[in-house]
């Protein structure tokens, strides 16, 4: 099966600053990369996603980022709000596997 | 458009005795999933239905965990007996039909949980 590394498990930053979460994965084969940002309390929801024919996308603060070379997929969040604190997940799906989430990150933005 | 509806939201139960939670899939969507998620981990998936026939269940403790999708639209989980290490927040999702395997390659849409406490 298809095995996701997610780092860093925790990310501190300031009002203001950037954030990146990264994600590993196994089999070449995957083609569609979610990103889900979870609230305390609620069930994950997809924030972007991107898939194999795409190296890059952007919604206004979010953009993922994909290298199917080197098998890893990038989060970035710009101009952090305190609002923007969440776990965030990664996910790999596609081939012959079930979709495989990453272990999440905590992200905390300070006032 | 409605989301995934899932209840009991929360369950506390003692340990060997039984559960059920059940899910309402958003209209339309013919895959549907539950997963189980423990404090501090990502969703684990249980099993994967396409329609009301199974399409993985190969994480799904089958000696004390049974999931069925009558008419290929609501969907139980039952959990019978429950121990302590049951403890955890089980999702429902489900998405749109591919071909295929079913469901690979396509958004999840996620319900709030169920958030179960076994003591």
């Known amino acids: 099966g298809e095995n996701v590394e997610q780092h860093p498990s925790t990310l501190s930053v300031q009002e203001g600053d950037s954030a990146v979460i990264k994600c590993t994965y196994s089999?070449?084969?995957?083609?569609?990369f979610p990103w889900y940002k979870q609230e305390l309390g609620k069930g994950p929801q997809l924030i972007i996603d991107i898939r194999s024919n795409v190296g890059e996308k952007k919604d206004q603060r979010i953009a993922v980022t994909l290298n199917k070379t080197a098998k890893h997929f990038s989060l970035h969040i710009t101009e952090t709000q305190p609002e923007d604190s969440a776990v965030y997940f990664c996910?790999?799906?596609?081939?012959?596997?079930?979709?495989?989430f990453g272990r999440g990150t905590s992200l905390i933005v300070h006032p | 458009e409605a989301g995934v509806a899932q209840s009991p939201r929360y369950k506390i139960i003692e340990k060997r005795q039984s559960v059920a939670f059940w899910c309402n899939p958003i209209s339309g969507h013919a895959t549907l999933y539950w997963y189980q998620q423990i404090l501090g981990q990502g969703p684990k998936l249980l099993i994967q239905?396409?329609?009301?026939?199974?399409?993985?269940d190969s994480q799904l403790p089958k000696d004390r965990f049974s999931a069925e999708r009558l008419k290929g639209v609501d969907s139980t989980l039952k959990i019978q007996p429950a121990k302590l290490e049951d403890s955890a927040v089980y999702l429902c999702?489900?998405?749109?039909?591919?071909?295929?395997?079913?469901?690979?390659?396509?958004?999840?849409?996620f319900g709030e949980g169920s958030w179960l406490t076994v003591v």
């Open positions: 999702a489900s998405s749109f039909p591919t071909r295929g395997t079913g469901g690979t390659g396509n958004t999840i849409y």
């Open positions: 996910a790999v799906s596609g081939g012959s596997y079930i979709p495989t």
């Open positions: 239905f396409q329609n009301n026939g199974v399409v993985d």
């Open positions: 089999d070449s084969a995957s083609n569609y």
